[in-house]
């Protein structure tokens, strides 16, 4: 049996209602108005916008507070299409490696690229884990610079005991699928600016579709996906393409499963994605009111596996602070050898987990100011850390199959 990349947290009940509310899909105003409030509760200081994904929202917070020519910084390890949005926007990017316990950016080397032309910061909690971002707030504050936290990961993550997305200027979550909490494809803004709520509100008041014909391809695509969480299921609909496509074409494996990195040749597209469906919503709903029984799982799957690869050659793990109170989004192992062998070896045994090469923002050809500095740390790790599934859903037989295979694979 396979065992899926990624798996979303739902119960039998969700899936009733995914159904029940795909077929009849009225009353969606009930449904916003509940979501909308939840949020509001959860982020009582800061205006929540939801949104059909989290780029659009990158996009306008970008346009919003920056012109042609100005200076922005991102962590080396970030998600690449915001790079990307920054260049197309004609902004000037710079990079600034980052810390090789937790790969999130490196406050000292921060501070030494912040000059007067700087305007703004864009932070990246990767895989779920907060940056040293109270340091951060203080440059910011300093030199009066925008502040942007890239909150993709890290929905349920604290540092101080104040939640990522509060610190900045803007907060921006992703509900995609392969998030927690999802909304089968979608993003959450969270920002006290109340300029920066009206722009957005008016833009996509003028500019989001209320339907089309993608989706009904987007629903077909939920729908397997929901399907695929179950490592059964995944093993007789999805596992053998996905392990051929891996095998003799690595490049549309790579466009799947990393939907909008690296391409390079096709410009963002604001109005690629349509408003939020109801039954979008109310799966978010659900999702959000499960939240913290979903991340005492995901901690306890994490300790589990943790302790079953702990002493392995070869193997390492990112050294987060045991006191951080963090969602544990992803459990992400450093392969210290043949990294694609390895992972070919446990794709083939079951074990289709994420290669996570794809944050190295170097590597797409983008117009770096600083492309010439030294990104040491995060070169070598680019190609060397994988992401092992972590899901509410996973029982201890999966988490035993995630050991068993990558201990084999170590040993053989």
Known sequence: MAIPFFSIDLNLKDIFNLIKNITIPFNKKNSELNIQNILEKRFPKKNVILLPSARLGFYLTLKKYFKEGDEIIFSAMSFPLYVKIANELKLKVKLVDVDQANLNIDVKKLESNITNDTKGIVITHLFGYPCEVNKIKDLVKLHNIVLIEDCAQSFGSYKDGVETGNFGNVGI????????PTT??????????DTLKDHILSWKEKNLSKSNKKDFFLILKNLLSVANSYPFLYSILSSKILFFLNKFNPRTYRKIVY??????????????????KKYQLEFGISQLNNLNSMKIKRIENSIYL???????????????????????????????FDYKKFNKTIFKNGIHAMEENVWNCLDYGYLIMNDKDNFNITKDNNEKILRIQNSSYLKKKHLDKIIKVIKKTIND
């Open 259 to 276: 939907s909008g990195m690296g391409l390079k040749n096709v410009r963002f597209n604001p109005k690629e994605r349509n408003e939020l």
């Open 173 to 180: 979550f992703s509900s995609s699928l392969v998030k927690v």
């Open 184 to 193: 089968l494809g979608g993003g959450i803004l969270i920002t006290s600016d």
């Open 306 to 336: 943790k302790e079953g690869l702990s002493g392995l050659k070869n193997i390492s793990f990112l050294n987060y602070k045991k006191d951080i109170d963090w969602n544990h989004q992803y459990f992400v192992i450093k392969i210290n």
